[in-house]
C-alpha cells in the first residue's frame, strides 16, 4: 500500500511564502497560490496521525470538476491544475466565515438539534425532525474560518455585527451559496445522489468575490445515495453515505472526539486502507468516472517538477 503523502517541504527560488494548513501545503508566488493536496486527514480539527493514501489526489481532481463545472455561476480562483495533487490559482484575499449550507439534518446540525436547539446560526428549525430528515428549505449556518483551533458558528447577524463581511457582500455571498448548492444538487441527482450539506468558501480578488479551496469534495460535503433513502427514513436506519463522517463516527465509537485529554485511538493498516477505498468510492460514484491512482515511483518529485514547470512557463 502507498505510504501517502504527509507534508511537502519545497524550497522553490521564486517562492515568497509557505504555510502549512490541515491538509494542504501552500505556498506563495506573488499574486499565485499553489495548493498542494497532501494526503492527511483531520477530525473535530484535529490531523490524525496517519495519512490516507490518494485522498490528495481524489480531493483535488474532484474540485477541479466541479469548480470547473460552476464557474458559470461564481469566478474562481483556479489558473491551472499541472499535477493529479496540484491546483495553481489566483492568491485572494480570504472572508473570514465558511458558508455552510444544509438541505438535510444531519452530523453537527442534528447532534445540536438532538439536544434541544431549535435555531442554528439564527435559522428556525421546525419541532419533530428526525436526523437525516430533509428540511422545509435549505439553511445557511456559517461558521467563523479560525485560523488554529475550532471553527465556530455564527448567524448572518453575529457576522455583520462584528464587521467580518459588509452587507452587500454578504448578501452576494448567500446568492452564490444557494446557486451553487442548487447547482451540486443536480449533479449529484445525476449521479443517485443526495448533496446533504456543503461548505463553500470565498475570497476576494482585486475586487471580485472568488470561489476559493474545494467544492463538492468528501471533505467539505456529505451525500446520501438516493435509492433507498425514503425506506431508510421510515425505518429509523442510517442512511448509507459517502462522506468523511464515516471517519468522525469512528472516533467517537473509540472515544475521541478532540477535546483535552482524549487520545486518538490507533488507525491499522485496514483502517486506513478502507478510508481510502471511501474516497475512491466517492470520486466515482460523484464523477461518474474512473478513479485511475497515479504511480509514480516518487510523489514528491512528480509534485515538484510540475510545479517548477508551470510556476516558470
Excluded at 463581511?165 to 455571498?173: G, I, M, T
Aim: proline share 5%; aromatic share 10%; with cysteine.
Amino acid at each position: 500500500m502507498s505510504q501517502g503523502i504527509k507534508y511537502t517541504n519545497f524550497s522553490f527560488p521564486n517562492q515568497t511564502e509557505k504555510y502549512t494548513g490541515k491538509v494542504r501545503d501552500v505556498y506563495s508566488f506573488g499574486e499565485q497560490l499553489v495548493m498542494v493536496a497532501s494526503d492527511r486527514i483531520s477530525a473535530f480539527d484535529v490531523v490524525l496521525p496517519r495519512p490516507i493514501p490518494y485522498k490528495g489526489q481524489v480531493l483535488n481532481q474532484i474540485a477541479a470538476i466541479f469548480l470547473e463545472k460552476t464557474s458559470d455561476i461564481v469566478p474562481n480562483w483556479v489558473i491551472a491544475v499541472p499535477d493529479p495533487n496540484v491546483t495553481v490559482g489566483k492568491k485572494c484575499e480570504p472572508y473570514k466565515v465558511e458558508m455552510v449550507i444544509r438541505g438535510y439534518l444531519a452530523g453537527h446540525a442534528w447532534r445540536e438539534y438532538r439536544d434541544g436547539k431549535r435555531t442554528l446560526c439564527g435559522c428556525p428549525l421546525p419541532e419533530g425532525l428526525k436526523e437525516n430528515d430533509k428540511l422545509p428549505s435549505p439553511i445557511i449556518t456559517p461558521t467563523t474560518k479560525a485560523d488554529e483551533g475550532h471553527d465556530e458558528d455564527i448567524s448572518k447577524e453575529e457576522i455583520l455585527a462584528q464587521g467580518l463581511v459588509s452587507r452587500d457582500e454578504y448578501d452576494k455571498l448567500e446568492e452564490y451559496t444557494h446557486k451553487l448548492f442548487e447547482r451540486g444538487t443536480e449533479l449529484a441527482r445525476e449521479q443517485g445522489l443526495i448533496l446533504v450539506d456543503t461548505k463553500y468558501e470565498f475570497g476576494n480578488f482585486n475586487g471580485e468575490i472568488t470561489l476559493i479551496d474545494e467544492v463538492h469534495t468528501p471533505d467539505s460535503s456529505r451525500y446520501f445515495y438516493a435509492e433507498g433513502y425514503e425506506e431508510r427514513q421510515a425505518k429509523g436506519e442510517p442512511q448509507k453515505q459517502l462522506s468523511k463522517e464515516f471517519v468522525r463516527q469512528w472516533l467517537i465509537s473509540n472515544g475521541f472526539q478532540g477535546k483535552e485529554g482524549q487520545t486518538i485511538p490507533e488507525m491499522t493498516d485496514e483502517f486506513v486502507a478502507s478510508v481510502t477505498d471511501r474516497y475512491i468510492e466517492l470520486f466515482e460514484k460523484i464523477t461518474g468516472q474512473s478513479f485511475v491512482k497515479d504511480q509514480s515511483p516518487d510523489i514528491l518529485d512528480r509534485i515538484k517538477k510540475n510545479i517548477e514547470e508551470t510556476v516558470q512557463a
